[in-house]
């Protein structure tokens, strides 16, 4: 399996402009997380999904922020418009909800964002 | 509001010597995840933790749970350089797989 998988890698940005992050999850996982880790506040939880319905949207910062997964393979995080201070690594996870396993989390490679 | 704390932050340590990373967590939860990672790197899965008492090893790392003190620790023995990187801890909010992260421990292992 490839893992999760990440575009773009990094992105340069101008304050104010469209961010569109996209994220591919493990086939078979019913759960997707996106986070945002920075110096300051560390890895935060942003949104999560199940079965494709997002479940909690309480770590969002702002509407600025909007996720959504159209289907099973695929979810996208958009910033608009974007602000230096969401300058960050957002990542992508998702875990299988069975439970003898303990729904271990795999997260994505990250997009390193940069927002001037 | 489940809080993770850590400690130490930040950890600086010879080749060959012992220690210990805390973990503790405010409120009661059934499983906790321990993960690495690497400078400008992603997280990897260390350890899944799901009852009281559990123990896990792999390699020179070794991790426990004591519910009833809302603890984990993660013990490295003789420690070598390729073990140094951010080891964060990750606590289970009871709402399906929601996970509240530690601060983070940054572990650096000197020659």
Redesign the interface.
Known sequence: DAGVIQSPRHEVTEMGQEVTLRCKPISGHD?L?WYRQTMMR??E?LI?F?NNVP??DSGMPEDRFSAKMPNASFSTLKIQPSEPRDSAVY?C?S?F?ALA??????????TRLLVL | ELKVEQNPLFLSMQEGKNYTIYCNYSTTSD?L?W?RQDPG?????LF?L?SNGAVKQEGRLMASLDTKARLSTLHITAAVHDLSATY?CAV?TG???????G??TRLQVTL
Do not use: C, M, W
């Open positions: 759960y997380f560390g890895l939880l999560y199940n479940i909690d990542f996870a875990s909800s396993g303990g729904e271990t989390q795999y997260f994505g490679p990250g | 499983r995840y993960y790197k992603s997280l990897e899965s899944v799901l964060f289970n709402t399906a797989s929601k996970l509240t992260f601060t983070g």
